[in-house]
């Protein structure tokens, strides 16, 4: 996972990985914890750790270029089980239930799951230096039906996309 790269960037123009895109999916949820009752927080944690581990043999498809006609999903899983073959079976079970879990979205968990990894792309393009408008664009229609889950995620998303848009009007600016 350190050395699958993501189409984002850090600050400093540098490939993120997906160990750093699910380490900060998995802090998000613990900056919010307080805001989440209810919910069975370890379990979200889990959710969030394993969620992208299929791509560690196949790569990560950028969020831009996903599209329904991918088996991207199929394809993770297939390399998420492969990733789990060598381990006793009752902790490569659980670790796929996690991940079918968070596939299926069906639990309040793994919305919220796919929630915060939504919002976790979009703030990582934020954090990107400027340059590249796609993925501002990208970031205002991304993933609402996820991020729409829940009053908190609406909210967090609500602040994104007012951040995405005063980037975009700065870059018109520069660029008109």
């Known amino acids: 996972m350190k050395d699958t790269l993501r189409s984002g960037t850090t600050r400093s123009g540098r490939p993120e990985s997906t160990a750093e895109h699910s380490w900060r999916l998995a802090l998000m949820v613990l900056v919010f914890e307080k805001d989440l009752p209810g919910l069975d927080i370890p ?5 969030c750790l394993v969620h992208d581990l299929g791509e560690a043999i196949s790569g990560d498809v950028p969020a831009p270029s996903q599209t329904a006609e991918d088996d991207r999903e199929e394809r993770e899983r297939r390399d998420f089980r492969s990733l789990c073959a060598t381990l006793p079976q009752d902790i490569a079970s659980e670790l796929l239930a996690l991940w079918n879990e968070y596939a299926a979205a069906e639990t309040a968990e793994a919305c919220l799951a796919k ?19 796609i993925f501002y664009e990208f970031n205002l ?11 908190l ?7 994104i996309d007012g951040r995405t848009s005063e980037r975009l009007g700065t870059m018109d600016r520069k660029l008109g």
């Open 141 to 151: 229609h991304y993933g609402r039906d996820r991020t729409d889950w829940s009053p």
């Open 115 to 133: 929630a915060f990894d939504k919002l976790e792309t979009m703030l990582q393009h934020l954090l990107m230096p400027e340059g590249d408008v």
């Open 43 to 47: 379990r979200l944690l889990k959710l």
């Open 153 to 159: 995620t609406r909210q967090i998303r609500e602040i």
